[in-house]
């Protein structure tokens, strides 16, 4: 394991609800004078979905599907972090001013990690260095961003304003690794200044969902933003013969040599190319309407195989960045 403390994943029931009154809370004016206009408010948009991880053998494949939270919900959005990890981005990974047309994007513009911010102590749960170096740079993202909320947001504690669901391969030959850091927030009222309320930004909680433990089932990663998205996870489809995915694994060899060895328990021993193959025709039986895109990373770089819809804008080389850096860019060449 690279974390001495592994928590669980903890999600309150009234999550959406705090999310919709968080969306719009932030419209409110600040000041209680009735002759002040709003100020330059903040606003964050929503990001909702599931996302699906399949590490087979030598690749690791991933989906999002986007299930807004609202009407002017985003969706899960992809960042290369690292070298050799990507991260989905969930919850409020978009902000905007009102002043401004223009929103704050978190998958943009992200700096480089290399190695642990030493303006900050050690991660008290013992996160390895690199892990840790990744969660400091999302905080130092946000928490400006989170810092403009002046107003009581009506909000469990355990509830995450944001989550990054960290796909890649860790150092030294430990493998592939599934992990989330979440971002919750703090709020104290300032009485000295009437209904003035300080946000804080905690720092991030780190849960490793793959690996899972030695001789564990090697099955399927279902992370689900919020938690309230009805409906069983895609490893429940399969180990519960539905007649779609049923049908479609009868109708091909290879898929339904992918479809044992997930049920199985036994992910990790598919074909790559067969496991790509099954997912791309899967999705869209459980997605319906809605909109997915799928990746595949091998420790060698990254391919898209559904490119999201929107295009990416183009950004300067940094002659600094490693040269194996993965790009996400979606004019890469799809897989077959």
């Not at 903040?42 to 009407?71: C, M, S, T």
């Not at 960042?79 to 989905?88: E, F």
């Not at 190319?273 to 039986?285: C, E, I, M, N, S």
Request: proline residues 10%.
């Amino acid at each position: 394991m690279r974390v001495a403390t592994t928590y669980c994943r903890q999600f309150v029931g009234p999550l959406m609800a705090c999310l919709f009154f968080f969306a719009w809370t932030a419209w409110v004016p600040v000041a209680p004078a009735q002759d002040r206009e709003v100020s330059n408010e903040i606003v964050a948009n929503l990001a909702g979905g599931r996302v699906i991880v399949h590490v087979a053998h030598d690749k690791i494949l991933f989906a999002a599907i986007d299930q807004p939270i609202e009407k002017n919900s985003i969706p899960p959005r992809v960042l290369s972090v690292n070298a050799t990890h990507i991260g989905v981005l969930l919850g409020a990974s978009e902000w905007r001013h009102t002043a401004d047309p223009k929103p704050v994007r978190l998958d943009r513009d992200f700096p480089q990690i290399s190695a642990r911010d030493s303006h900050y102590a050690v991660n008290p749960e013992e996160i390895a260095p690199d892990l840790d170096a990744i969660g400091v740079a999302f905080l130092e993202r946000l928490r400006p961003l989170v810092s403009e909320l002046q107003h009581k947001v009506d909000f469990n504690p355990n509830d995450a304003i944001f989550e990054v669901v960290l796909i890649g391969f860790a150092p030294d030959d430990y493998g592939p690794e599934v992990w989330t850091i979440e971002y919750r927030i703090k709020q104290e009222e300032i009485a000295t200044q009437g209904d003035f309320w300080q946000t804080r930004l905690l720092r991030p909680r780190f849960t490793q969902l793959y690996p899972p433990e030695k001789h564990a089932p090697r099955t399927l990663v279902e992370v689900r933003y919020p938690d309230t998205i009805q409906g069983p996870t895609l490893q429940q489809l399969i180990e519960g013969n539905d007649p779609d995915i049923d049908n479609l694994s009868h109708g091909d060899p290879k898929f339904l040599k992918v479809d044992e060895d997930i049920e199985r328990g036994q992910a990790n021993k598919a074909v790559p190319q067969d496991a790509t193959d099954f997912l791309r025709a899967v999705l869209p039986l459980i997605a319906g309407k809605s909109r997915f895109i799928l990746g595949s990373m091998t420790e060698g770089g990254f391919d898209w195989v559904v490119p999201p819809d929107e295009p990416v804008e183009r950004v300067k080389a940094d002659k600094n960045q490693p040269p194996e850096r993965p790009t996400l860019r979606p004019t890469l060449k799809p897989n077959p």
